[in-house]
């Protein structure tokens, strides 16, 4: 079983339904990582700006808002490159964030790891983990690392097609029942996934040709280009089929 596997089966088996679905991610995270003492999901609304969406505690919410407002740090610049980006202490990378870096000492905090969230070269936010000792995450922490990041892809893309604000924890249990899709084989997961929609079906096929992928990473890139462009999925596919929009 793969490491998203285990973290969406983390997921559906989370008995805090009172927190939305992107701090159940970040409070995983924390959970599953040693060397994580706190975890930031922030949603790109453009190449450059990005806006906070959930934080494991208030600590990290209030590191990740320092980082914002200070318009500098790893977070951004994973955001705007699309690489994962190292703060491995916070005094040796003073020259390069001298604000953040500050912030990110008088914190407690000892390295910040920033991941971003992206599908294909479509670039939808990043995720910053908060570590307890300086350096960055290798091995096997930094493969679980990356799931927690393609995880919370998946999630920011179903709360936009579900119409819903990702920042909005709610007060009622989330619907987590759709992560057990992604549970699926492939076959199955694109079964369900093109049920009532054949030009997303027939969209899907088209962009596989195009970008020269799976289905089921076709399917990613329309869900992503559908949230970066603020449309919905059948949208998008309808445009692809038209030939108005093409994958390179």
């Known amino acids: 079983m793969s490491e998203m596997s285990d973290i969406l089966i983390a997921l559906l088996d989370d008995p805090r339904r009172d927190l939305g679905l992107p701090e159940l991610v970040c409070r995983d995270a924390v959970r599953r990582l040693g060397s ?45 490159t699309g690489a994962i980006v190292h703060l491995t202490d916070p005094v040796d990378d003073r020259e390069r964030w ?10 407690g905090v000892r390295a910040v790891l920033a991941l971003p969230l992206r599908v294909g070269g479509i670039r939808l936010g990043a995720l910053d983990l908060y570590l307890d000792r300086p350096g960055t995450l290798t091995g096997t922490e930094l493969t679980w690392a990356v799931a927690y990041a393609e995880t919370s892809v998946l999630v920011l893309l179903h709360l936009h097609e579900e119409g819903r604000d990702p920042a909005a924890a709610g007060t009622s249990a989330p619907d987590v029942s759709w992560l057990s899709e992604h549970l699926l084989e492939d076959d199955a997961f694109l079964d369900a996934a093109f049920q009532g929609a054949p030009e997303v079906h027939q969209a899907t096929g088209m962009v596989a040709v195009q970008a020269d992928v799976t289905l089921t990473e076709a399917l990613l890139l329309l869900r992503a280009r559908a949230f970066a462009s603020g449309r919905s999925l059948p949208e998008v596919a309808r445009a692809v089929v038209s030939r108005h929009l093409r994958f390179p």
């Not at 001298?98 to 914190?107: C, D, I, K, M, W």
Request: with cysteine.
């Open 36 to 80: 994580v003492g706190g975890a930031a999901l922030c949603l790109g609304q453009d190449e450059l700006e990005l806006d906070l969406v959930a934080g494991s505690d208030d600590a990290a919410v209030a590191l990740e808002r320092k980082q914002l407002d200070l318009g500098e740090g790893p977070c951004l610049d994973a955001h705007r």
């Open 98 to 107: 001298p604000l953040y870096s500050r912030a990110v000492q008088e914190a």
